[in-house]
């Protein structure tokens, strides 16, 4: 792959003005700022990241999170794209100097198809489907539709979100730059694909819109004509998923002192294992100096440090394996290839995660409550989506949102709008459906 042809600012579904256009330079910005207006990522202030909505201490949601790793990752871009730009100066004053701008507006959107309740929200979708009420609609359906629902997957759903025409929406969906899209494309290959691992890139309905980016953008194909979609990751993908792995891992610990879940001492031990003896002193002196007594603000700027190290790894990484990752053929993540401390500090991280964060009693709360939430909107909609003219069907397809095809004579595509207005919604408004559905409330008169 070329890095010159890899950096396209052609707009999906505005191909015929591309021509036109001369103000190269902000076209990526403008990615940026049509995701930070828009509802979809609006959304994501009130869907669960890790914890429960929060009380009176505030933790991470979706939204807090897409912005910080957005911050990350334009700083991981920019550094890239400097070191590479000092390597081939023939790629000076070319759109490659935008990269930093494209990660960031990547990584707000990375979590756009996330539906609420987290990773329950997600399974609840799947199970619906393999395990649960759904199984009766298999022979009703594709084995391409059937595999995508199955293993329904949130950065499938962001390519959907971005790039679908929803009813009465334009042409190219959010109309994004080709490069920016193919960066959230974390799993390029269709649900057929997905193996135990369960993740995938893009739905079928979406499957030639995927081709069409990656062939412009001189993408590398895996797979053989008549076989299942497969291609090679962008290579600003790895700098995306770079910043969420830095971010999701290293503030939940944050957030986690914060609620007590972890003592100072824990914390401190994790954030100050990725650095060497020398360094850790010179940080708790910088503490010292700097008149922190308060347990938090000491949390934050060890914090910081760790951040500020890891994206110096992964760039560093990047540059190491640049070769690998533009042939196709780099294994794993950059955070696999960081130095031997940094990576056995980030694995006790997610090991501590693991144990005393992901299975505590509020996320292990929330997360049953939202999958029965989930499930039950789930089994009654697609209900009525499979029998619309039921008088309790027509009564709930009327909730949902007009920019969704409902009334579609195709199955697949009544089944497909229910998951996208259920995808779609917030933790809050998916609890008040529900209980509007199971008449455990009624609107105030």
């Known amino acids: 792959m070329e890095w010159k042809q890899l950096i396209s600012n052609k707009r999906f579904g505005q191909e015929h003005k591309h021509a036109e256009r001369h103000d190269d330079r902000s076209e990526f910005k403008r990615d940026y700022d049509r995701l930070i207006f828009s509802s979809a990522f609006r959304r994501l202030q009130n869907k669960t990241q890790v914890f429960p909505l929060p009380g009176s201490i505030f933790v991470h949601n979706r939204l807090t999170h897409s912005l910080e790793v957005a911050s990350v990752g334009m700083s991981i871009g920019n550094d890239i794209s400097r070191r590479v730009i000092q390597k081939r100066s023939e790629l000076k004053e070319t759109l490659i100097e935008e990269i930093g701008t494209i990660v960031s507006a990547a990584c707000l959107a990375h979590d756009l198809g996330n539906p609420p309740f987290g990773h329950s929200g997600e399974k609840a979708i799947q199970t619906f489907f393999s395990e649960g009420p759904g199984q009766k609609i298999k022979s009703m359906v594709s084995s391409e539709f059937w595999d995508d629902i199955t293993h ?86 790895y700098m995306v998923e770079a910043a969420d792995d830095i971010c999701y891992e290293i503030m939940d610990i944050e957030d986690s002192h914060k609620l007590k879940i972890l003592s100072f001492a824990e914390t401190e031990h994790l954030l100050l294992s990725f650095f060497d003896e020398d360094i850790q002193q010179k940080i708790s002196q910088r503490i010292i100096d700097e008149e922190l007594t308060d347990e938090n603000e000491k949390v934050v700027y060890m914090r910081a440090s760790v951040i500020g190290k890891l994206e110096n790894e992964c760039v560093a990484a990047f540059l190491a394996h640049e070769e690998e990752i533009l042939a196709g053929t780099f294994e794993g993540s950059l955070i696999d290839h960081i130095s031997e401390r940094q990576k056995k500090a980030y694995k006790e991280c997610e090991k501590i995660s693991y144990s005393k964060i992901y299975q ?49 004579e195709n199955l697949e595509e009544r089944i497909m709008a229910v998951i996208d207005y259920i995808s779609g919604m917030t933790d809050i408004y998916a609890l008040d459906i529900y209980q509007k559905i199971n008449g455990i409330s009624l609107p105030i008169v």
């Open 360 to 408: 505590s009693k509020p996320v292990l709360d929330i997360e049953l409550s939202g999958y029965k939430i989930m499930a039950t909107l789930m089994e009654v909609f697609v209900e009525a989506a499979v029998n619309p003219l039921r008088f309790n069907s027509k009564q709930l397809l009327r909730r949902v949102s007009s920019q969704y095809d409902i009334e579609n």
């Open 152 to 237: 329904f997957e949130g950065n499938a759903n962001a390519f959907r979100i971005l790039t679908h025409r929803f009813k009465g929406r334009r042409q190219g969906g959010f109309v994004m730059t080709y490069s920016m899209l193919a960066s959230i494309v974390k799993y390029p290959f269709a649900s057929s694909l997905a193996g135990n691992h369960g993740k995938f890139g893009f739905f079928a309905s979406e499957a030639e819109s995927y081709k069409k980016i990656a062939d412009e953008l001189g993408i590398f194909c895996k797979s053989a004509p008549g076989e299942p979609l497969k291609y090679a990751r962008h290579p600003l993908v």
